[in-house]
Antibody
Framework: EVQVVESGGGLIQPGGSLRLSCAAS????????MSWVRQAPGKGLEWVSV???????NYADSVKGRFTISRDDSKNTLYLQMNSLRAEDTAVYYC??????????WGQGTLVTVSS | DIQMTQSPSTLSASVGDRVTITCRAS??????LAWYQQRPGKAPKLLIY???SLESGVPSRFSGSGSGTEFTLTISSLQPDDFASYYC?????????FGGGTQVEIK
């Protein structure tokens, strides 16, 4: 059974850092395009970042230079390192498997709250 | 960047109604469009990909159509489980983009 489980969210002060994890089972992370998608409270979905199966990465302009996506193939896990966090980064962060760049499996999400 | 615009933002309907949601892209995306359903507090669920292909396990009352810049999601007979939010997503080019969402409410 395909499953993705996010962890690592929490309350963090503006300017702080946080690392999210996404543990996958039932498929191989490195064979798929894996993305992070976020949703601010009461708002719509926003694509954040992707690591393609080949290993290259891409980012939304809103997080470029502050967030870094990576994967650990030995752990079949995806990560999102978030630095210089801002209030506008407050959201539920979802890990999603990209099938031809649309998303067929999503995790349950992890909430990141940036506030002093 | 490609912008995705959904309409309406909110829709009130009754069980058994036929419902149509529209999604417009700011430039042509061919058929590279997906639709998702999201219930409150839950992750999005894939319904349709490549504009009109039904994801496995999704009821046949859901259908998608369109190409280029204009797309529709239709629910042929609204069921109680269908009261939720719906999002379109273009995957023609990065950055990937979602529409603003349509909330389907009970009339």
């Amino acid at each position: 059974e395909v499953q993705v489980v996010e962890s690592g969210g929490g309350l963090i002060q503006p300017g702080g850092s946080l690392r999210l994890s996404c543990a996958a089972s039932g498929f191989t992370v490195s064979s798929n395009h894996m993305s992070w998608v976020r949703q601010a409270p009461g708002k719509g979905l926003e694509w954040v970042s992707v690591v393609y199966s080949g290993g290259t990465t891409n980012y939304a302009d809103s997080v470029k230079g502050r967030f870094t996506i990576s994967r650990d193939d030995s752990k079949n896990t995806l990560y999102l390192q978030m630095n210089s966090l801002r209030a506008e980064d407050t959201a539920v962060y979802y890990c999603a498997r990209g099938l031809q760049h649309f998303f067929d499996y999503w995790g349950q999400g992890t909430l990141v709250t940036v506030s002093s | 960047d490609i912008q995705m615009t959904q309409s309406p933002s909110t829709l009130s309907a009754s069980v058994g109604d036929r419902v149509t949601i529209t999604c417009r892209a700011s430039q042509s995306i061919s058929s590279w469009l997906a639709w998702y359903q999201q219930r409150p507090g839950k992750a999005p669920k894939l319904l349709i990909y490549k504009a009109s292909s039904l994801e496995s396990g999704v009821p046949s009352r859901f259908s998608g159509s369109g190409s280029g810049t204009e797309f529709t999601l239709t629910i042929s007979s609204l069921q109680p489980d269908d009261f939720a939010s719906y999002y379109c997503q273009q995957y023609n080019t990065y950055p990937l983009a979602f529409g603003g969402g349509t909330q389907v409410e009970i009339k």
